[in-house]
């Protein structure tokens, strides 16, 4: 595709319920990031996919986060047992693998979700 | 870790006024900075990026920001902005040495209106 997408773009759901949000990257990006943009806060970032290394979780704020990447494209990032307080935007960013000048990231619309 | 601050959270402006957004950041190595732009409804996308070289960086839509190594900041400029400037604007840090995940540390934003 043209950019990076993101689906849903809009998730309501119920404290407690696990959520599925889902990403695709741009076509050829090997590295891609989740990122939670919280209501009056700037970007934290989550998670860190590159290639078929291992990722970097060290932003998951707490085990009912996981992610996975299937065939180095698609990405899932669950949250299990919700809160309130994970309510933001959960963004996906993909970026070319390379050198200096790639180092570009492409985001895509983000994912609302917000649990009640 | 690194962090970066953007003192001003919200901003108003009439047309064809000057522009000037604050970001400092913090972090004792060398850093690759950015300015990424959200326009209502839309995603992230990027404004301008510095690398290395001329401190002044031109970027889309008139936009420049100057890096100033001594002050540890980036702020972003506009000689005269337009309605269509509304937006909520982002800075951005990356670590240029951080073992390959460039993930990107953002500030927490500044709301930009325009009023025409």
């Known amino acids: 595709g043209a950019g990076v997408s993101q689906s849903p773009s809009n998730k309501v759901t119920e404290k407690g319920k696990d959520v599925e949000l889902r990403c695709d990257p741009i076509?050829?990006?090997?590295?891609l990031y989740w990122y939670r943009q919280s209501l009056g806060q700037g970007l934290e970032f989550l998670i860190y996919?590159?290639?078929?290394?291992?990722?970097?979780k060290s932003g998951l704020p707490s085990d009912r986060f996981s992610a996975e990447r299937t065939g180095g494209s698609v990405s899932t990032l669950t949250i299990q047992r919700t809160q309130q307080e994970d309510s933001a935007v959960y963004l996906c960013?993909?970026?070319?693998?390379?050198?200096?000048?790639?180092?570009?990231?492409?985001f895509g619309p983000g994912t609302r979700l917000t649990v009640l | 870790a690194q962090s970066v601050s953007q003192h001003n959270h919200h901003v108003i402006l009439s047309e064809a006024a000057s522009l000037e957004l604050g970001c400092n950041y913090s972090y004792g190595g060398t850093v690759n900075l950015f300015w990424y732009v959200q326009y209502p409804g839309q995603h992230l996308q990027l404004l301008l990026k510095y690398f290395s070289g001329d401190p002044l960086v031109k970027g889309i839509k008139g936009f420049e920001a100057e890096f100033i190594k001594s002050k540890f900041s980036f702020n972003l400029r506009k000689p005269s902005v337009q309605w269509s400037d509304t937006a909520e604007y982002f800075c951005?840090?990356?670590?240029?040495?951080?073992?390959?995940?460039?993930?990107?540390?953002f500030g927490s934003g500044t709301r930009l209106q325009v009023q025409p």
């Open positions: 996919f590159q290639g078929n290394s291992a990722p970097d």
């Open positions: 076509s050829g990006h090997t590295a």
């Open positions: 951005a840090v990356q670590p240029w040495r951080d073992t390959g995940r460039r993930a990107l540390t």
């Open positions: 960013a993909s970026r070319v693998n390379g050198r200096v000048t790639s180092n570009e990231q492409f």
